[in-house]
């Protein structure tokens, strides 16, 4: 089986063919399959695939541009997952990295412990938001993956998700914010489940979301949202934040 190595960033070096060992080769899976090892340099789709399964890894206050560039944030962040799954946190993503990926989804790419369904209450199509509908639904497959990252820091128990995407007029429906995330797909809103909210807002900084509304912030007292998408701003003043 034979890969192609994309062109070196700090040499530019042309694109060739290299044959692939079987410890190279990942097991090939319904979703999306890596075909060889990626490492601080590499570029090209395949890291940016990546790059959605660890969005959830950024390091505190941080978020994870998913730009298709393996640089020093990526490289961090395949650590802090490789460092959560007890995998020698090396930075590179290679077989046993992907192998863990490859555990944690399912064949329509989402993590194991969330579905599209209970991100999107509104519709079935993911349309009549702010954005199109597989901009939506590509933002909503970030925001699970994020959320996958957060369940598992929280002991692998169970988040209750109450809603996500909303089309505009979805969003007017219920009185959300004019520029309400949501209308992106970049949102979810979680109910208390057995963390509480707080625990579920303070958690949520180390996870990549920018947006995190809580307990103490007008109308959020009986959820948590989180959010992407750029920015930062925290308030659940009743946590603390």
């Known amino acids: 089986m034979t890969f192609a190595i994309p062109a070196s960033a700090a040499t530019g070096e042309p694109t060739r063919t290299a044959q692939a060992s079987s410890s190279e080769v990942g097991a090939a899976d319904a979703c999306y399959t890596w075909s060889g090892t990626l ?3 590499s570029t090209g789709e395949a890291v940016r695939q990546l790059q959605i399964r660890v969005a959830g890894y950024p390091g505190a206050g941080a978020d994870l541009a998913l730009d298709g560039v393996y640089g020093p944030a990526t490289k961090a962040a395949v650590q802090r997952f490789q460092s959560a ?11 046993n990295t992907f192998a863990k990926i490859y555990a944690l989804q399912d064949d329509d790419c989402t993590p194991a412990n969330f579905t599209y369904d209970e991100l999107n209450n509104c519709n079935s199509d993911w349309s009549g938001g702010k954005v199109s509908a597989a901009t939506a ?5 970030v925001t699970m993956w994020k959320l996958q990252a957060m369940r598992h ?4 128990k169970p988040i209750v998700v109450n809603g996500g995407f909303r089309s505009v007029s979805c969003n007017s429906n219920v009185g959300g914010a004019a520029n309400s ?8 809103d979680l109910g208390a489940g057995s963390q509480g909210f707080c625990a579920l807002a303070l958690a949520a900084r180390n996870h990549g979301f920018g947006e995190i509304l809580g307990p103490g912030y007008p109308g959020h007292d ?4 989180v959010a992407g998408g750029g920015g930062q701003f925290w308030s659940a003043p009743t946590c603390g934040m």
């Open 85 to 95: 799954y007890g995998l020698e946190s090396d930075g590179i993503a290679g077989p």
């Open 137 to 141: 639904k590509a933002n909503a497959l």
């Open 222 to 225: 009986d959820h948590t949202h």
């Open 181 to 188: 995330r949501h209308m992106y797909g970049h949102a979810a």
């Open 39 to 41: 490492r601080e340099g």
């Open 153 to 156: 820091a929280m002991g692998d």
